[in-house]
């Protein structure tokens, strides 16, 4: 959103700070320099997340403006720091001195160009560079290229390096995203929201840069930051965590019960009621994923946390309650006559022992069908209701 007060300011950088004494007056002096470089106003933000080091005074004497921002966190340092912009362009970047900052004219040419996103790009795949020492083995090349392969192929996205923190936007697509992630998936989360709506996202390529703090190390905890970003893959993704699980567990149940029901032998084993029985937990389990996944995704538009899928709506003008109590309705009747014949089946033998190879082939599938059938009448229900505020 730009603010009409200050129209004079294109762009403002925004550094989010904790204790970073040690590099936070040479990464404002290079956007200091860079500002002149590419001819443009600008405004230098200091987002600080409590620093006791010295580093609020330095960005003070220096001519930054100091947001202090109570909620720790990545994420929370650059919402408050990029709600307090006043610029139509935002860039931000990491205040260790990893980022060089006299790199900020390549970012602002191609917003002025139009884009909406400009990506940097650390990575050789993307032409960046990172000098030696400035990223940790493990990282560079177990990491960061694999999360950056998994979120291309979960979201499509464009780029070759998705956790690279210096970047650059406008501040109207920022305002249309409304991220909510205040950890070290904010980076990711900006660029996921920002394919799905449809953003013109390109990447330049970056050198990074060894750390240059000597009074700490780096914020970033390797497994616990990298296990933030898939849990939010996943969360950002009901059709890599749900449908598609779902559609494999189905499609084993029926594989199960195609090679069960008449007998059939599997590499030498032959395949009877157990089979049947784990066909079956593979049906039941599959059908909730698929359950699960209509429900998180339908919750995820109706919060604004995806963008609206015309796919669901034509999924909801066919799947309607009264098709589901249907269906439903008839797994369950099949699957109680299963059950019912069998009974029957018993009682003509004087309620003694069955024939457990031949009576299971029929009970299993029963309650099978029985529970698919009530599962089907009941989640039809709850999927209608959510199906009532897209209309």
């Not at 210096?166 to 409304?178: A, K, N, P, V």
């Not at 970033?220 to 598609?244: A, H, M, V």
């Not at 299971?360 to 209608?384: D, E, W």
Request: glycine residues 12%; contains cysteine.
């Amino acid at each position: 959103m730009e603010n009409n007060d200050h129209p004079a300011i294109e762009l403002s950088v925004v550094l989010p700070c904790l204790n970073e004494a040690d590099t936070l007056a040479t990464c404002i002096a290079k956007a200091q320099s860079a500002f002149e470089e590419c001819g443009c106003v600008g405004e230098i933000i200091v987002a600080d997340n409590g620093s006791d080091d010295g580093s609020v005074e330095i960005a003070t004497d220096r001519e930054a403006r100091v947001v202090h921002v109570a909620e720790r966190g990545y994420g929370s340092a650059l919402m408050a720091g990029i709600a307090a912009s006043r610029g139509r362009f935002v860039i931000m970047g990491d205040a260790d001195d990893s980022y060089d900052f006299l790199e900020i004219p390549k970012f602002l040419s191609e917003l002025r160009a139009g884009h909406d996103l400009v990506q940097g790009c650390r990575l050789p795949a993307g032409g960046g560079q990172v000098l030696p020492g400035a990223m940790p083995f493990l990282h560079r090349w177990l990491g960061n290229p694999l999360l950056s392969r998994l979120a291309r192929a979960m979201f499509g996205l464009s780029i070759s390096d998705i956790y690279c923190g210096m970047r650059g936007f406008t501040r109207s697509l920022y305002d249309e995203l409304q991220q909510r992630c205040t950890g070290m998936e904010f980076a990711t989360e900006m660029i996921i929201r920002s394919t799905l709506r449809g953003a013109d996202i390109v990447e330049v390529p970056i050198t990074l840069h060894p750390d240059g703090r000597q009074s700490h190390g780096p914020h970033l905890r390797t497994f616990r930051d990298g296990w933030r970003t898939l849990r939010f893959f996943l969360l950002y993704s009901p059709r890599w965590l749900f449908l598609l699980p779902g559609l494999v567990l189905l499609g084993l149940g029926v594989l199960g019960y195609g090679l069960a029901l008449p007998g059939q032998r599997l590499l030498g084993a032959q395949l009877g009621a157990h089979t049947l029985l784990v066909a079956s937990l593979a049906l039941l389990m599959g059908f909730q994923f698929l359950l699960f996944a209509v429900v998180s995704k339908s919750v995820a538009e109706n919060i604004g946390l995806l963008p609206k899928d015309p796919r669901m709506q034509n999924f909801f003008r066919v799947a309607t309650l009264e098709r589901g109590i249907l269906l439903g309705g008839l797994a369950l009747m099949g699957g109680l006559g299963l059950i019912g014949w069998t009974a029957l089946e018993w009682r003509n033998q004087g309620f003694g022992n069955l024939d457990y190879a031949s009576t299971l082939r029929q009970v299993i599938p029963g309650v099978t069908l029985a529970a698919l059938g009530i599962q089907a009448i009941l989640s039809s229900f709850f999927v209608s209701m959510l199906g009532m505020s897209r209309r």
